[in-house]
């Protein structure tokens, strides 16, 4: 079946422009997550969803970072006024919900603030 | 303040020799301890995962041991073939209190196996 879909793959926007990243998840999947990846590093937690809710925004690097998940499907992650220090692959992962169920993740959108 | 820590950084291995990537955790609420995989340009895929209640488990030429005691945890791929050359990363979560589910991620482990 489908996996995790993200788009765009690619971003490249101007420092002070507002950027939005779509993540479908796998059909059924009630749990949503979205994760940072700065190069050479590991992932950073950003929030997760369970169902169109999100009991878990703590990774939110700042007030610049929302997200919203409609439909218990589509997440969008909106980052505002972005800063060059935001440049990133931004990982969208979903599961079935129980906490130590596999997440699958998509293959990312790799943002680039110039 | 790093949860997870993973080492080496970089690893570079002959065609059949043992690679081994250990990782320290410091949150003894961590009970869900799972090694990911991923190639360039895609995201990680699960490789394989352990809880706390066994010391070893094994997939495979992929073998996670767990040191409870010592909050640490390694994998050692046996007979390493070009084709899992790779960054792994390894992970925590915990399945009960605040941030389920959530995952906590060590730095990652370029993996380099040499024909």
């Known amino acids: 079946g489908a996996g995790v879909s993200q788009s765009p793959s690619n971003k490249v926007t101007e420092k002070g422009k507002d950027v939005e990243l779509r993540c479908d998840p796998i059909s059924g999947h009630t749990a949503l997550y979205w994760y940072r990846q700065r190069l050479g590093q590991g992932l950073e937690f950003l929030i997760y969803f369970q169902g169109n809710s999100a009991p878990d925004k703590s990774g939110l690097p700042s007030d610049r970072f929302s997200a919203e998940r409609t439909g218990e499907s589509v997440s969008t992650l909106t980052i505002q006024r972005t800063q060059q220090e935001d440049s990133a692959v931004y990982l969208c992962a979903s599961s079935f919900g129980q906490t130590t169920d596999t997440q699958y993740f998509g293959p990312g959108t790799r943002l680039t603030v110039l | 303040q790093q949860q997870v820590k993973q080492s080496p950084q970089s690893l570079i291995v002959q065609k059949g020799g043992i690679s081994i990537i250990n990782c320290a955790y410091e949150?003894?609420?961590?009970?869900?301890f799972p090694w990911y995989q991923q190639f360039p340009g895609k995201g990680p895929a699960l490789l394989i995962a352990?809880?706390?209640?066994?010391s070893e488990k094994k997939e495979g030429r992929f073998t996670i041991s767990f040191n409870k005691s010592a909050k640490q945890f390694s994998l050692h791929i046996m007979d390493s073939q070009p084709g899992d050359s790779a960054t792994y990363f390894c992970a925590a979560s915990k399945e009960y209190g605040g941030s389920q589910g959530n995952l906590i991620f060590g730095k990652g482990t370029k993996l380099s196996v040499k024909p």
């Open positions: 949150n003894t609420a961590f009970d869900y």
């Open positions: 352990i809880r706390p209640d066994v």
